[in-house]
C-alpha cells in the first residue's frame, strides 16, 4: 500500500514535532511526512536529532511560515511535484501570548489570529483543491478545549480557536461529499514548552496570566476565578504530547473520522457539558459558583 503523504505545521516542539516522530516511526511504513517549521536555522535542531535513522527516508523537514502564501505554495508544490497527492493535512502551528484583554495592543489580537485561525485557513485552502480532485483527504485541526470553553485570560488566543472551530465545523459537510473528513482535535494542557513557560501545574497558566493583569480589583476576581477548580478550567491534568500523537494517527487512519475528538476524559466531561445546554447557562455557572 503507498504511503499516506502527511504536511504538518508547527513541528518544531510539542505536539507537531511528536506527531511528526510517530508517523515517521510507523513499523509498516504507511507515513510520509513533511514536517514543517518557521525557521529551520533555529528550530530545527531538536527534530533532526530524535529522528535519527527516519531522516529523509519517512521524515522530511521543511521550512513554513503559515503567516506567508509564498512558503505555503512553495511546499505545496514541492509535495505535488514529488508526490502527486497530500493525503493529510495537519494543521497544529500556533503561537500564544498572556495579555490582559483591556490593555493589550490591538496588534497582539491581529498576531495571534494571523498564525492560529487565518494560518490554518490559508494551509486548508491551498491542500483543498488536490484533495477534491483525488476524492480522498483529511484535514485535522490541532484546536483547543479552549476553542468550546472560554477561559477569562488569554482572550485573543481563546478568540482564535474559537475562529478554527467555526471555519472547521463551515466546511466540514460540503468537504464530506468529496470523501475529505475535517476533524477537529481538542486537547487541553498538554506538556510543551509553550505551556511550561507559564507553569508545571494544570492551572499555573492562568493564574500566572492573571497575576499579570494590570488593575488590583480585576487581578484578584480573575485570579480567583481562575484557582478555585482545575477540572473546570482545564481539566485536572497535564497530558504527554505523545497521547495526543497517537490519537492523530488514530484519527488519520480512521475511515471514517468524527467531527471532534477531545484528547481525555476530563475534557470529554466538560464538552459534554458544553454541548448538551443550548442556553450555555452552565458553563457560566461553573464560573460563578466559586
Known amino acids: 500500500m503507498a504511503s499516506q503523504v502527511v504536511l504538518i505545521t508547527g513541528c518544531s516542539q510539542g505536539i507537531g514535532k511528536e506527531a511528526a516522530l510517530t508517523l515517521a516511526r510507523d513499523p509498516q511504513r504507511r507515513f510520509k511526512v513533511y514536517a514543517t517549521m518557521r525557521n529551520l536555522e533555529t528550530r530545527q535542531a531538536d527534530l533532526k536529532t530524535e529522528a535519527g535513522s527516519f531522516l529523509n527516508d519517512t521524515l522530511f523537514i521543511r521550512e513554513l511560515d503559515v503567516t506567508k502564501q509564498d512558503t505555503i505554495d512553495k511546499i505545496v ?16 502551528a500556533a503561537v500564544i501570548c498572556a495579555n490582559w484583554w483591556e490593555t493589550a495592543p490591538m496588534e497582539t489580537y491581529y498576531d495571534i489570529m494571523e498564525a492560529n485561525y487565518f494560518g490554518s485557513v490559508r494551509m486548508t485552502k491551498a491542500v483543498v483543491p ?15 478545549i479552549l476553542g468550546f470553553h ?51 501545574e494544570p492551572t499555573s497558566i492562568w493564574i500566572n496570566a492573571a ?21 473546570v478550567v482545564t481539566g485536572p491534568v497535564i497530558q504527554e504530547t505523545q497521547e495526543v500523537a497517537k490519537l492523530i494517527q488514530d ?40
Open 251 to 290: 484519527v488519520m487512519l480512521s475511515p471514517k473520522p468524527d467531527y471532534r475528538y477531545q484528547t481525555s476524559q476530563s475534557i470529554k466531561k466538560m464538552a459534554k457539558k458544553r454541548f448538551i445546554d443550548p442556553s450555555g447557562n452552565m458553563i457560566i455557572n461553573d464560573w460563578l459558583k466559586g
Open 77 to 92: 508544490k514541492e509535495i505535488i511535484d514529488n508526490d502527486g497527492k497530500i493525503d493529510v493535512l495537519v494543521n497544529n
Open 130 to 144: 488536490y484533495m477534491k480532485e483525488k476524492r480522498c483527504g483529511r484535514i485535522l485541526q490541532v484546536a483547543s
Open 150 to 200: 472560554a477561559i477569562p485570560v488569554v482572550t485573543q488566543y481563546v478568540a482564535s480557536k474559537f475562529a478554527l472551530e467555526g471555519f472547521s465545523e463551515s466546511i466540514a459537510p460540503p468537504l464530506r461529499k468529496f470523501n475529505v473528513w475535517v476533524s477537529v482535535i481538542e486537547p487541553g494542557c498538554v506538556k510543551t514548552n509553550m505551556v511550561e513557560q507559564f507553569g508545571d
Open 211 to 231: 497575576r499579570e493583569i494590570p488593575g488590583e480589583e480585576d487581578r484578584k476576581i480573575v485570579t480567583d476565578l481562575v484557582s478555585f477548580d482545575p477540572e
